[in-house]
């Protein structure tokens, strides 16, 4: 098979992601209540920005990538999520 | 398909879209269903913007930016490729949105589904163009307001039907979904994905920033489009359409116009006439 032909000029790979967008975020969510591992939250999450621990199956936020819409307050079956207001830089 | 089964891995994060953005949520969820084995054609739509900001690139998987035209052309030779070279188990996916779909792409989609190469067309419908600044687009609802048709003199023709279109060519699958109802939009995803021959998949992905209402409900505009008749979960397979998802309760027209800016100016005429169509587009 022919060897295939390099690309000219700089190259990123594939998932290079240099800029976070944690900070266009006005409010971050923070989880309060009873956790019923349901992953509704995660699922609905645009960002992908809610991760669950393998161990405890405990959710956690990546506040990287968090834009801070708030589906996942609104979402929640048992409204355990709060949105708390941010003040200026984090 | 259950929550747990989903991948947990994350294959599209980082990108340029609006908080709230459920055609970001509709990558993720894509990509999520068919796994690392696919590639994608990205005509310039929403995705295509908010992906290409050099040296950005939320795509963990091979994906390529392609003339508005052309999306489905390019699947159908990027599968043809595949097939060639012996590598029938990549998936080829096209995130095209409305107007690229029903407006501008409509002739290579048309073109793309008699080849009958294997591919998954998938089209985001947002309502209007959305990136370039909310312009009226061949899918954009009887009544909405956009910059093109703002309210007094508002939009006054109905939505295309992309999915008779589609179902016209004698395609072997294709289905409605929308962003609120993942599991059922995925199951949709891996079906598509066995079948050999073309699919169309047409979601609905409301806009936070076009339609007029707060990030937080974009779910719930979503599930409220569905449960008001503004939107059918079916899907069209050996040249029957089927319904996957009948709401188990059902809300009224008016509620599901209220929540959004860009239905504020209609009078309860013209809310009674919509209601009336759906009235008897349900029966």
Known sequence: MKKEKSIPGPVQKAGTIPTRMGSWSTAKPVLKGKCTFCLFCWVFCPEGAI??????????????????????????PTKAIEMVEQQGDK | MKLKDIAKEEFYRASYGCAGCAAVLMVRLTIKALGKNSVYVVPANCISTVSCYYPQAPFFVPFTVMAFAATAAALSGISAGFRRRGREDIHVVGLSGDGGTADIGIQALSGAIDCGNKFIYIC?????????????????????????????CFENRPKKDMMRIVAAHDIPYAATACTSYPLDYMEKVVKASQVNGPTYIHILAPCPTGWGFPPDETIEIGRMAVESGMWHLTEFENGEFRT?????????????????????????EQIAAIQKEIDAARD
């Open chain 1, 51 to 76: 991760v669950q621990d393998e161990a405890n199956r405990k959710v956690t936020f990546n506040f990287e990538d968090c834009k801070g819409c708030g589906i996942c307050v609104r979402e929640c």
């Open chain 2, 124 to 152: 985001y419908d947002n309502e209007a163009y959305m990136n370039t600044g909310i312009q009226r687009s061949g899918l954009t609802p009887y009544g909405a307001a956009t910059s093109t048709t703002p309210s007094p």
């Open chain 2, 244 to 268: 996957t998802y009948t709401p188990k309760r059902q809300r009224p027209v008016s509620e599901y116009l209220a929540t959004q800016t860009r239905f504020r100016h209609l009078s309860p």
